[in-house]
């Protein structure tokens, strides 16, 4: 079946500029996990999805970053006012919940800002 | 807080051998580990997990370890191919029922 679409696959944009990533998980999935990974780096943990709510928003690194959830499926990283320092890659996984704990992964959005 | 480390950043194998990938974890109480691969431009991509009630686990030329007592975790890939080159990453689940932490991963360079 479909596995985790992102998009875009590549963003460049302008230092000061808005973006938004765009997540698709897999149907049924209702669990969903924004992650940050930068250049040779493991994986940061920014916000999980229960549905449409974000019981944990933790990791986001300040409130230029914000998601949200429509229909218990797409979701939406917006990063406001983008510093280069935002230049990344953008994981986005999705997980079954009840019964299962494995996440899985999209092939992320590459984020470059000049 | 909790970690998750790997002994090694880089390891280089020839093809056919087996590989042996560690990770060491501090939370004793993670009850739930996976292994993932990463490939250049891609998404990590499952390849095993394994519970804290088990100590080994067995997929498809591939074998998961866990030892409790140490705190340890190992992936070993069988008659490794070119096509298994890439990061792998281990993650346990610690004092959260949904969060995953992950390690820094661990390079694999399989040379013909």
């Known amino acids: 079946g479909a596995g985790v679409s992102q998009s875009p696959s590549n963003k460049v944009t302008e230092k000061g500029k808005d973006v938004e990533l765009r997540c698709d998980p897999i149907?049924?999935?209702?669990?969903l996990y924004w992650y940050r990974q930068s250049l040779g780096q493991g994986l940061e943990f920014l916000i999980y999805?229960?549905?449409?709510?974000?019981?944990?928003k933790s990791g986001l690194p300040s409130d230029r970053f914000s998601a949200e959830r429509t229909g218990g499926s797409v979701s939406t990283l917006t990063i406001q006012r983008t510093q280069q320092e935002d230049s990344a890659v953008y994981l986005c996984?999705?997980?079954?919940?009840?019964?299962?704990?494995?996440?899985?992964f999209g092939p992320g959005t590459r984020l470059t800002v000049l | 807080g909790e970690s998750v480390g790997l002994h090694l950043p880089t390891l280089s194998v020839q093809e056919g051998d087996n590989s042996i990938i560690n990770c060491a974890y501090s939370n004793s109480a993670s009850d739930y580990f996976i292994w993932y691969k990463q490939e250049s431009g891609k998404g990590p991509q499952f390849i095993i997990d394994?519970?804290?009630?088990?100590d080994k686990r067995q997929g498809q030329r591939v074998t998961v370890l866990l030892n409790k007592t140490v705190k340890h975790l190992s992936l070993q890939i069988a008659a490794t191919q070119p096509g298994d080159s890439a990061v792998y990453f281990c993650a346990e689940r610690g004092d959260s029922s949904y969060k995953l932490i992950f390690g820094s991963g661990t390079r694999l360079l399989v040379r013909p």
């Open positions: 996984a999705s997980r079954k919940a009840g019964g299962t704990d494995t996440q899985y």
């Open positions: 394994i519970r804290s009630n088990m």
């Open positions: 999805f229960q549905g449409n709510s974000a019981p944990d």
């Open positions: 149907s049924g999935h209702t669990a």
